[in-house]
């Protein structure tokens, strides 16, 4: 130290009178208390993750029974398909196949993936379904009423055989 600077040798004297050691911030007690602090602020934060888990865990199990309770449209079954005997009137058969030309036009438009099998399948009774049509707009041009009632009866049939196929499809995209 210089004289010079402190001539009044205050300050000096104030660094003579400090403590010989600093004191401690804190002594061994304190860093295990605030480790055991530590460690409880883990656990708990451990278990609001559990919390968390479970709850994700039920809102999938809420969402997957909602998906699997979703009401499925109901086939027009007890309309399509023929009596016992097998013989259908001509007005039923017509009403019949009316209702299943609606419930064909109520159904979802066909999905973007779908099965190439059933697809082929669909396609190839509306084709089907297609020929008919045109024949019987043939067979009405023509009066020829004997095979005018054999190929409502078919156009019938293949109208019951859509709708079954549609009505599968539709449970299959709904188990998805």
Do not use: H
């Not at 438009?109 to 396609?123: W, Y």
């Not at 009423?145 to 156009?155: F, K, V």
């Amino acid at each position: 130290m210089q004289s010079d600077l402190d001539k009044s040798g205050a300050v000096a004297q104030l660094l003579r009178e400090l403590p010989p050691e600093a004191a401690q911030p804190y002594g061994f007690g304190e860093f295990q208390r605030r480790a055991r602090e530590r460690a409880r602020a883990g656990r708990t934060l451990a278990g609001g993750q559990a919390v968390a888990a479970v709850a994700v865990v039920a809102v999938g199990l809420v969402a997957v029974s909602l998906r699997l309770s979703a009401p499925v449209p109901q086939p027009p079954a007890s309309q399509v398909a023929p009596a016992a005997g097998g013989t259908v009137e001509p007005g039923a058969a017509a009403a019949r196949a009316d209702f299943a030309d609606r419930w064909l036009a109520s159904l979802p438009p066909e999905p973007a993936v779908v099965s190439i099998g059933t697809q082929a399948a669909l396609t190839g009774l509306e084709d089907r379904i297609a020929q008919v049509d045109d024949l019987l707009s043939a067979a009405r041009l023509g009066e020829q009423p004997g095979e005018l009632a054999l190929l409502q009866q078919e156009r019938t049939r293949l109208i019951g055989t859509l709708v079954q196929v549609r009505y599968a499809e539709t449970l299959a995209n709904e188990s998805r």
